[in-house]
């Protein structure tokens, strides 16, 4: 995954939210669970100030809050624009959340300035998202 492209950004922004958001639930195939307890261990070890961390369970791989999707991982753009849509395959997908979620946090996220990529903390936007998503072919 080439730095700085569409994927890249939209997985880094996805990998943020995870790192971030609260009352989580990440259900994950089972052969990947281990992976995930060990990253939530990497989380209390970089963020010790954290109380709560997302909640691991076995099943098809999704990332809810409350519930609700975190982001959109399938192939059709979703009506809903203001979820984050990734519309790339499923397993590499979660291979490459884990490996950003590492990387975020060996540089010190979410305390460190810039490490989100987002210049100035400027907020997420799904919509210029979407339009890069549709003039490449990744």
């Not at 369970?57 to 999704?62: D, L």
């Not at 990734?86 to 946090?105: A, G, K, N, W, Y």
């Amino acid at each position: 995954m080439e730095e700085n492209s569409t994927r890249w950004l939209a997985v880094r922004e996805a990998s943020r939210r995870i790192l971030v958001e609260e009352n989580l639930v990440i259900q994950v195939p089972r052969d990947d669970v281990e992976i995930w307890h060990r990253m939530m261990l990497n989380m209390a070890d970089s963020m010790p100030q954290r109380l709560e961390f997302p909640i691991i369970q076995e099943g098809t791989f999704s990332v809810s809050k409350n519930d609700n999707p975190l982001f959109i991982i399938h192939p059709d753009e979703p009506m809903n624009k203001d979820q984050l849509w990734l519309p790339f395959q499923t397993t590499r997908l979660v291979s490459d959340l884990i490996q950003m979620c590492s990387e975020l946090l060996l540089a010190g996220y979410p305390g460190c300035s810039g490490c989100g990529y987002r210049d100035e903390e400027v907020e997420w936007d799904e919509i210029a998202h979407r339009n890069r998503l549709k003039t490449i072919d990744e």
